[in-house]
């Protein structure tokens, strides 16, 4: 009885223990990507189209997490937005990102929407993030939750 009473509650801590995210920054990382956060890449050429779709190419990479199924953790509260002034406007556009952690580079084109005013060639800035991708950690067998953030000065151009 004391036997199978140790066995509830030591399975009872794991299941606690898979339940409650650890901080990104306490926990390593299994796999390819920085331990503990998403590594994002922008690159430095966007193209517009009809002044208001940009196409941002961005490079996400973080280690290996496993979700609640076995398979690579994923998560679809990511974006990109994309700032440009010109005069004493600034136009504003975004686009959705999702992100998978499963140790491996992923290169996405992500298509971004002016939200206010119509965009031109020129300079602007693009930021990419990621945000809440939780799984287990194959190696520490945590489980944790990770983010990764990234600005980049971009040229963005007409085709």
Do not use: W, Y
């Not at 509260?77 to 499963?102: K, M, P, Y």
């Not at 290169?107 to 060639?121: G, R």
Request: glycine content about 12%.
């Amino acid at each position: 009885m004391l036997k199978n009473f140790a066995r509830v509650l030591a399975a009872g801590a794991f299941v606690l223990a898979a339940v409650i995210p650890t901080t990104a920054s306490a926990a390593g990382g299994g796999g390819g990507g920085t331990p503990g956060q998403v590594t994002m890449q922008i690159d430095p050429n966007v193209t517009l189209s009809d002044k208001q779709l940009l196409a941002v190419t961005v490079t996400q990479s973080c280690p290996l997490l496993i979700d609640f199924n076995g398979n690579p953790a994923t998560s679809q509260f990511g974006g990109v937005s994309v700032q440009e002034v010109r005069g004493n406007v600034i136009a504003h556009a975004f686009g959705s990102l999702s992100t998978v952690c499963d140790g491996a580079a992923h290169t996405t084109t992500v298509m971004v929407l002016a939200e206010d005013h119509p965009f031109h060639s020129g300079t602007g800035i693009a930021q990419a993030s990621a945000f809440n991708v939780c799984g287990t950690d194959p190696t520490t067998l945590m489980f944790e939750c990770i983010n990764g953030t990234t600005t980049q000065i971009v040229s963005i151009s007409s085709h």
